[in-house]
């Protein structure tokens, strides 16, 4: 049976908050959105994938769970599956605009499976996401982003990039399970980098290109 590639969508539009200041920009919304991109990418790719919640709403996280779990046992189990889980990061819940900014993925704590599938997106994020580092880097002297932000967040100190947390999703997934936050809905040019066409296509590269080179046998 080959491995299935489970995308899980960001909270649900029953979720408050999780927009940016002035609201156009909905989480839940742009990952469902990259999620059936990505899922178009994947498939094209001959990889087998689907989206864990594709409906608007979410009703729990612990419905969530269950979900990706029932699909992960009708899919040869956990060695057979991994989960991605799309989101966008947030510096502050003050319904203002913050300065900061950066790309990065979590794992739940310690040394697990998910954490080379974690090195395998930093990798290409590192690749697709070249553009906007050069953006963050101009972007500073105007206050845009502030002089200690990195276009890619990473924690060395366990010997890996990944950030870890133990967050629903990855705590409660039977199989590896990777959140990446693609940059921020509270920072006004993360927001435009990323509803822009140029944007979604490096999102939805870095997640193809990280997966491919991970299940690459
Ligand atoms: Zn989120």
Known sequence: MSKLVILGTAHGSNVAGKCSPDKRFREYQYSREIC?????????????????????????????????????????????????????????????WHNAGGWCAFTTVGTTKADALAECLYESARVCLAPYADIMEREKKHGTYSPAQRPFRIDKTDGDCDLEANFWVLRKTTCPAVLTENLFQDNTRDVAFLTSDEGKAAIVKLHADGITKYLAP
């Not at 994947?42 to 608007?56: E, P, Q």
């Not at 979410?58 to 991994?82: D, F, H, M, Q």
């Not at 799309?86 to 819940?93: F, T």
């Open 36 to 96: 059936n991109m990505l899922h178009a990418e994947l498939t094209a790719r001959g990889i087998k994938c689907t989206v864990d919640i594709t409906a608007d709403g979410e009703p729990s996280l612990a419905y969530r769970t269950n979900i990706v779990n029932k699909i992960v046992e009708a899919n040869g189990g956990p060695s057979n599956c991994i989960y991605v889980s799309i989101h966008v990061n947030a510096a502050g819940s003050d319904g203002k």
